[in-house]
């Protein structure tokens, strides 16, 4: 169905009201004296002045007996943490995060996949469509840590969408926010639907239609497009687009495929996870000082994530971290499957415990701990300073009904 481009230039801007429109701040243009490092070891995250602390009481009553020990030579060690509370992995952070605040929820985001609504086109076909608002919001990313966001929906990462492939995609998407803004899809279309200069990028108060196929099947990502792009993504204006295969054009994986099948019998047997790691550069240094899978530090920590021993984990994870090359995912006390893009339906690595992303790259996970013990399993990147800045959690894996 051709996509009527006179809707591009729309006036929407009496739907503006409806956001909470946040003034960017000034770049600072000076680097900061402190480091990312020298902010950790003090119990800080940078900007606001958000504690993130250990649980000292711990590692008071027990002390570290390498602290402060000298080391051939006569030199320090310069890794022992008896003065920064975060010996022996003690580090959390201090206080909770306003979800309700915030509008999102990290554990609700691990299965808030966005449909949209269909309606059946002449030739048969499924049409899907999407609504999309680009809005200026501040987020809060760790607790008293507060970011100015450029967000889709509100919320960042925006919303998951999730289409079955060989449907047709209709994305309505209005600027409600203060900057140029675009959505560009990484799969199948048109020079026309690229979100880029001339072709989706749109002026605060404009509306345009993007439409295209869904195809291929895979783990795929949207993200706005406008320059400079390395801010527009830093200031969270990312989000999934999951494809789901169609097992009628896959018939020797057929089961596989109806497995990846939101919403078929197959599908309901598997634990399916949206992730999105990210990083946020709170004093525009162009270093990060947050890290994140789904923007709040340390959310699985404080919130594991529930897992049922019985049923097989599938994790859509995708990296939108920017001003870091590589991102990572490390499993504790267990093993994965790896699919790279997902746009295959065999794995492209087996049986591996760490995989790393650079921008934009993403993949499904598929593990089970049907033969693990009950208890807390661990997963975080594999950078350090990431996990010990706020990229780290846990899964609760339990019985069915424990």
Not at 6 to 23: C, L, Q, W
Not at 232 to 251: C, I, S, T
Not at 343 to 363: E, K
Request: proline share 6%.
């Amino acid at each position: 169905m051709p996509v009527d481009t006179s809707k591009r230039g729309r006036d929407v801007s009496s739907a503006v009201e409806t956001s909470r429109p946040t003034a960017p701040p000034a770049m600072v243009t000076e680097p900061v004296s402190a480091s990312r490092r020298s902010l950790l070891v003090s119990g800080l995250v940078a900007a606001g002045g958000a504690a993130v602390a250990a649980s000292r009481a711990q590692s008071q009553a027990t002390p570290d007996p390498m602290a402060g020990h000298a080391m051939s030579g006569g030199a320090v060690d310069p890794y022992s943490a008896h003065d920064s509370g975060m010996a022996h992995g003690n580090m959390t952070m201090v206080g909770q995060v306003d979800h309700a605040r915030n509008g999102f929820d990290p554990t609700a985001m691990l299965t808030d996949w966005e449909t949209g609504q269909t309606e059946v086109l002449p030739d048969g076909r499924t049409l899907r469509t999407f609504e999309v608002d680009a809005i200026d919001v501040e987020i809060e990313i760790a607790p008293g840590v507060f970011f100015p966001a450029w967000t889709f929906n509100g919320r960042v990462p925006g919303p998951a969408l999730r289409a079955k492939e060989g449907e047709r995609l209709r994305i309505v998407f209005r600027n409600l926010g203060s900057h140029p803004h675009s959505m560009h899809f990484h799969g199948i279309h048109s020079a026309r639907m690229d979100g880029v200069q001339g072709a989706g990028l749109i002026d605060p108060g404009e509306e345009f239609v993007y439409e295209f196929d869904a195809k291929p099947l895979g783990c795929h990502l949207y993200h706005c497009h406008a320059l400079p792009l390395k801010r527009h993504m830093h200031k969270g204006m990312y989000g999934l687009f999951v494809v789901d295969p169609d097992p009628a054009r896959h018939p020797e994986f057929a089961a596989v495929a109806a497995s990846r099948v939101l919403g078929s019998p197959e599908n309901a047997e598997w634990q399916e996870l949206a992730m999105v790691m990210n990083g946020f550069d709170t004093n525009f240094d162009g270093e990060n000082e947050v890290y994140a899978v789904n923007t709040v530090g340390q959310a699985y920590m404080n919130a594991p994530i529930r897992i049922d021993k019985s049923r097989p984990v599938r994790i859509y994870l995708m990296n939108a971290t920017e001003f870091d090359p590589i991102n990572s995912f490390h499993l504790h006390g267990n093993f994965f499957d790896y699919y790279d893009t997902g746009t295959q339906l065999t794995p492209t690595l087996r049986t591996v415990d760490v995989i790393m992303q650079c921008q934009a790259q993403r993949g499904i996970l598929e593990f089970s701990f049907a033969d693990h013990e009950d208890g807390l399993y661990m997963f975080h990147a594999h950078q350090a300073e990431f996990t010990e800045l706020g990229w780290m959690g846990f899964f609760d894996v339990r019985e069915a009904g424990a």
